[in-house]
């Protein structure tokens, strides 16, 4: 498993789970550009930057399985996707328990930040 490997392991983990997140981002990247041509942008990146990352994160996330598989790369990948599992009920779909307005009310207080324009209604 990942807990009792050695640094290069998780060097090697971590840098797989890494290019993973920067090829997601590109593809966005593109997604974006063609579904939403006229957002503003602070700056728009030549079309070959993000392809030319997308070609590179695809063979730094398919050469280490090839070269070498291990299981630690299926639990890499697995537990990105159970991020879905938090990531679809409560971003995509917008469920907003009513407990979790007093977690966050406890925790704002607990490391002492700011609370947001929607919690005032705490004060």
Request: proline content about 8%; glycine content about 4%.
């Amino acid at each position: 498993m990942v807990l009792y490997g050695t640094i290069d392991s998780l060097i090697d983990f971590f840098s797989f789970t890494a290019w993973i997140f920067y090829g997601g981002a590109m593809v966005a990247l593109i997604v974006m550009r063609y579904t939403k041509p006229n957002y503003p942008r602070p700056y728009k990146v030549p079309l070959i930057i993000p392809i030319l990352v997308m070609v590179i994160s695809g063979y730094l996330v398919a050469a280490p399985i090839i070269e070498k598989p291990q299981i630690e790369y299926l639990y890499a990948v697995l537990f990105i996707l159970a991020g879905l599992i938090f990531y679809v009920p409560f971003v995509h779909y917008g469920y907003h328990p009513k407990f979790m307005d007093n977690v966050t009310l406890f925790f704002q207080m607990l490391f002492e930040v700011v609370p947001t324009t929607s919690m005032a209604m705490f004060d």
